[in-house]
């Protein structure tokens, strides 16, 4: 059974940082595609950044690029998404995934970033 385990969500003030983290089971890591995603309030997904943790190539939607960073520890099947320079419009619950665009596959039950002005 695939499970995908999200932590590090809470609530920062506005410039802040935060990493989140998200520990996979049930998987080959190595040949996996790990994505995250948010859902802001009233808003639709947003995908943010894929990695592949075999090869270690990362992709990252405009809006984050520059001030969110995805890297992975291998020997723990983990994933990480380090963000920086928080801002009012970061607030969402961020989902680890994996797979790429339109093909998601197994979620995380999801965390939840606040962040204050």
């Known amino acids: 059974e695939v499970q995908l385990v999200e932590s590090g969500g809470g609530l920062v003030q506005s410039g802040g940082s935060l990493r989140l983290s998200c520990a996979a089971s049930?998987?080959?890591?190595?040949?996996?595609?790990m994505s995250w995603v948010r859902q802001a309030p009233g808003k639709g997904l947003e995908w943010l950044s894929t990695i592949y943790p075999g090869i270690g190539n990362t992709y990252y939607a405009d809006s984050i690029v520059g001030r969110f960073t995805v890297t992975t520890d291998n020997a723990e099947n983990t994933v990480f998404l380090q963000m920086s320079s928080l801002e009012s419009e970061d607030t969402a619950v961020y989902y680890c995934?994996?797979?790429?665009?339109?093909?998601?596959?197994?979620w995380g039950q999801g965390t939840l970033v606040t962040i204050s002005s």
């Open positions: 995934v994996t797979g790429v665009v339109d093909m998601f596959e197994y």
């Open positions: 049930g998987l080959t890591f190595d040949d996996c595609a």
